[in-house]
């Protein structure tokens, strides 16, 4: 198991930072299980060149795009990365996953769409069993209706939970996940995201 969070350089932003912070001493230091909260405000700024020039999103919340609930081995993050280790001894193996995926800026949402239907063609895509989004940076220009788009053409979620907008890759705050962990996933009138096993 690995884990995957805020990169060492994120521990010297100085402000809006602690969410990220607890998320990570939750993960890595407490052994017990942990919800994945929903931030109420989000940044997707360069702070690391002035950290006086920040800019705080209001967050809408997530987006709850198929309803259902899920348990499995957490798998992901970033998808591009992910993807590099098809045909590889070192890309694990889809059964009994919990997807936990998320791309840069510079994936729109023809490149998420593409790489995200190479990774569900896989022989054993079929038994993913839950799908959470991370989300996306403003220039990647991914919306919500053309992520929903995305993810109904992809059989292998056809009545799968998919839950997106979550504080998981490029944007802060920064939630830290446990790979090879195991979590649960609901998505309904309300949205629960917990790690289970870390």
């Given at each position: ?192 995201f917990r790690i289970v096993e870390g």
């Open positions: 198991m690995t884990y995957s969070g805020p990169h060492w350089s994120s521990f010297g932003m100085r402000d809006h930072f602690s969410q990220t912070q607890t998320g990570f001493h939750r993960a890595l230091f407490e052994g017990a299980p942990f919800e994945v909260e929903s931030s109420k405000e989000w940044t997707d700024d360069l702070w690391f060149l002035d950290q006086e020039d920040r800019h705080l999103e209001s967050d809408g919340g997530w987006w709850t795009l198929q309803a259902g609930s899920a348990e499995g081995r957490v798998v992901g993050t970033n998808l591009c990365t992910l993807n590099l280790l098809q045909g590889t001894p070192y890309m694990p193996s889809l059964e009994g996953a919990l997807l936990v995926l998320e791309d840069d800026s510079a994936s729109d949402a023809a490149e998420f769409a593409r790489n995200l239907t190479s990774l569900l063609q896989l022989p054993d895509a079929d038994g993913v069993r839950g799908l959470v989004v991370g989300r996306f940076q403003r220039r990647s220009g991914v919306t919500r209706d053309l992520l929903a788009e995305i993810i109904a053409r992809q059989p292998a979620l056809a009545g799968k939970s998919v839950l997106a907008g979550a504080d998981v890759g490029h944007t802060m705050p920064l939630a830290t996940l446990p790979i090879g962990g195991r979590a649960e996933l609901v998505v309904g009138s309300e949205a629960r």
